[in-house]
């Protein structure tokens, strides 16, 4: 993909002309700005623009096929891991989080050698008019959420604020769904608004969107395809993916055109991540869908029992795309007591990506959960745990 410039450089001079009817018409004014250098340079008012609430956070920017801190213009790499909690606890009734956002744990990313945290939300816990079951306000949440992407970004980490779970109105936000809809436009506005700046904070604007296969007919019940990815319109089932039955019930679809809009019409500028279709696996048709913007960055998730999971895979389908856009593993993992599928999928990022962040932060102390086989960390201590956790610290340098 061609880069798109859509804001107009600043000019590296100003007219002499223009500079001497400021100074003759305020003499005064004009004398006391050429003192003090305000027309010197175009990267002193560039440098407004880099004016940050999360100063000590890296200025997150696209550079070509790049990732860039604009303080410096040195490429940035994201390398750490996925912190889940605001996602799912919220909607189940038993907090804003699932617990661990503390100094002791961004300590321990920082010693592991992290440079960024992807930071899984919920839609409906985002709003104050949020269903009934979901755990006490809107206004609480993002209190919540707000003060753990503080005590990150200080620590030097960017924040990755993903749209994990979603769902239309009248539907909990209970669970993964194919596509966004309407009130995602209105979730990214507001978080948007939020955030636009901390510029150590981009965006995720959609986790996983997918097709969804009905087992009991043996059939498609939805088949995602690029132009609905890019447009929305297509017609959505309500149900979360680990529904076991379908009512028949659709939504419509919303976009990544749209989702991407409502970020710039909030006037935020950084870098958006966008994720391909099948479960974030499949970035075949990403970069003639894309909208047009030249701070995207195409997501792709890595797993062992996905379609696109091995060397030659990646080389034909990803490394392409890699070479024109900045393509960030924003998921990889591996849960069948192993971490050879994890190394290779963190070496393949280190070559080719502009980052790798793993699932997942967790500390699971049920053995028979199925996440449990997922978990980077043990204890109060954040402790590495192996086979995963181990793995990562190793390969992060920590």
Known sequence: MTERTRRTRLRRSIALSTVGVLVLGVAAVGTLALAAGWFDKPERQAGHALASATPAAPVVAVRGAE??????????????????????????????????????AVAAMTEWGMTAVRIPLNQDCWFDDRPAIAYASGVEYRASVREWVGRLTQAGLVVVLDLHWSAPDGVPADGLRPMPDARSVEFWGSVASEYRKHRGVIFDVFNEPHSRFDATAGAW?????????????????????????????????????????????????????LSGVDYANDLRGWAAAAPDDNQLIASVHLYPDQRCADRACWARELEPLADRVPVLVAEFGQSDGGDAFLRDAYAWAEDHAVGALAWAWWDITDETSPDARFALVDGPDFAPRAPSGTALRELLGG
């Not at 605001?86 to 989080?97: D, L, M, V």
């Open 67 to 104: 990732l860039i801190d604009r303080r410096t213009g040195d490429t940035l790499a994201l390398l750490g891991a996925n912190w889940p909690g605001f996602e799912y606890a919220c909607i189940q009734g038993r907090g804003h989080n699932d617990g661990g956002d503390v100094d002791a």
């Open 221 to 273: 019940a939805f088949e995602l395809d690029w132009r609905c990815w890019a447009h929305g319109g297509c017609a959505v089932p309500v149900e979360n993916d680990r529904a076991q039955t379908r009512s028949g019930e659709t939504y419509t679809a919303v976009g990544m055109i749209a989702l991407v809009d409502a970020v710039r019409s909030a006037g935020a500028t950084q870098p958006l991540v």
